[in-house]
């Protein structure tokens, strides 16, 4: 089987090369075609990181490995991470924390054993990367969060946890302040969980999560978020079992899954063989789990695990009374310890899946949309725009330009209230979000918007505007603080 792998920036190529002879020694049956990608592509002139022979060499294997790699700071480019997930859709970011015995940890000397998963939406959310300057003052970054994509990581965090018998899996979210976007999540999570009676589901609110797996890590089993709390919430489960060099990433998506590190490329302690591999070889094994080489990953990690408990260890772990290895010294151990087993948490021995299909090869973008269970009507319009002047002042203007079909309801501040009712005491910014309504309840059209957009312009400038959108009696969109 033949996979792409990019060795990555910094310590990249470094820890790449000590995975793929590990592999090598184990007999592994991968073939490798070494793509270009990384700051370096991007110093080339490649805004995306990648140069197109790469992109299409990945999209025809299906499966990349990848080092970590460095984004150029202030050249206004995206993350070469982010592109690639989102470009191929690995809309599952799924990152195994487990105790490993010989990495120290406050839980371990505690002999409180850790194993989480946490699987994260890879695709949407603020990692949309969509934002504007409203005024010269007010910065507005979009959150995208869907049905079709929140069911599709929903789904496979479920399947998963089945698949590795999970007694548990919890939904991580901030729905009690962002009622609409992780309301949306939230609501999903349930209505996925209906289809596994065998496994307990619970939500749980991001910040409560937080404190418990820092207080009682062995309370969680699989955890599910939305994009960027899965972010910070997969980071905090590292440190529990003793930091990034530990943590594997696996990407997954329903044509191209990419495994890679998650730490970042070192540049201080690069070229001076002396980096951990633990984290990428981590990946590397999941990797191979994915594909079917099973009989392989169980050797491998086995062989890791002896490694690990024997006292082997890298600079940035381990006892340090005793000396430490360098990178390729640690990979050797690891070779020697092939057939041998740990002492706590053994890997059981299975034999490989025969053959993997090759990836299915797409003609078109897939469009994902579920069903309307209501008719969509336009209930009203928030008009956001720039102005320094008082709220009682901006509504007698914006009252001018209601017209017969419109009705202000309600003026804003950084989503709080200040008109029709308010507080001297609230701090203003010189963007209002102005709230018109249908006067009569009568369902609008884009046509009215464009009046009263047309209209109000002769007074502000409008920085942007969103449509109340309403299906049956159901709301979408929301209230005020203090309406």
């Not at 920036?9 to 793929?20: H, N, Q, T």
């Not at 001018?400 to 309801?409: D, E, M, P, S, W």
């Not at 046509?447 to 049956?472: A, H, M, P, R």
């Amino acid at each position: 089987m033949k996979i792409a792998v990019a060795k990555g920036d910094g310590i990249g190529p470094e820890i790449m090369d000590a995975v793929l002879n590990i592999f090598k020694a184990n007999n592994t049956p991968l073939e490798y075609e070494f793509v270009d990608m990384g700051k370096w592509v991007f110093d080339k002139g490649f805004n995306n990181g990648m140069t197109p022979e790469a992109k299409q060499t990945i999209e025809t294997l299906g499966l990349l490995f990848k080092g970590p790699m460095e984004t150029p700071k202030g050249k206004g480019v995206k993350s070469i991470n982010v592109t690639a997930r989102k470009t191929w859709n690995t809309y599952a970011n799924k990152r195994a924390f487990q105790s490993l015995h010989g990495v120290d940890t406050v839980f371990s000397k505690a002999g409180i054993p850790i194993d989480i998963t946490v699987v994260r939406e890879n695709i949407e959310d603020t990692y949309g990367g969509v934002e504007h300057m409203l005024t010269h003052d007010v910065a507005l970054s979009r959150r995208f969060i869907t049905r079709p994509g929140s069911m599709q990581v929903i789904r496979y965090a479920f399947e998963m946890a089945r698949q590795k018998n999970a007694r548990r899996i919890s939904c991580g979210h901030k729905a009690n302040i962002m009622k609409i976007t992780d309301g949306l999540f939230l609501e999903c999570f349930y209505e996925v969980a209906k289809e596994y009676p065998e496994i307990k589901a619970d939500d749980i609110i991001v910040d409560d999560l937080c404190m418990k797996l820092v207080t009682r890590p062995d309370l969680f089993d699989v955890v599910v978020l939305t994009n960027l709390q899965g972010d910070i919430v997969s980071d905090l489960c590292a440190g529990l079992v003793g930091g990034l060099g530990f943590a594997p990433s696996a990407n997954i998506g329903d044509h191209i899954s990419i495994f890679e590190a998650v730490h970042g490329t070192a540049p201080d302690i690069a070229g001076r063989n002396i980096a951990n591999p633990t984290a990428l070889l981590l990946s590397g094994i999941a990797m191979l789990q994915h594909v079917g080489l099973t009989e392989n990953a169980a050797i491998i990690e086995n062989a890791l695990l002896y490694t690990l408990e024997s006292g082997v260890h890298t600079g940035d772990f381990g006892d340090k009374n005793t000396a430490s290895v360098n990178t390729t010294e640690f990979a050797n151990a690891i070779i020697a310890n092939f057939g041998k087993k740990p002492a706590v948490g053994a890997k059981e021995i299975v034999a490989n899946k025969p053959g993997t299909p090759a990836p299915f090869k797409l003609q078109q973008n897939s469009m994902m949309v579920s069903n309307e269970t209501e008719n969509e009507t336009i209930a009203g319009v928030d008009m956001f725009i720039e102005s320094s002047e008082q709220p009682h002042v901006i509504a007698l203007k914006c009252q001018r330009h209601a017209g017969v079909k419109f009705n202000l309801v309600n003026i804003s501040n950084r989503g709080t209230q200040v008109w029709p009712t308010g507080s001297v005491y609230t701090n203003l910014v010189n963007q209002y979000n102005v709230r018109f309504e249908s006067l009569d309840g009568t369902p609008l059209s884009q046509t009215d918007i464009i009046g009263l957009y047309v209209s109000l312009s002769g007074n502000f400038k409008i920085c942007s505007f969103e449509l109340l959108n309403q299906w049956g009696d159901k709301r979408g969109y929301s209230l005020a603080q203090g309406q």
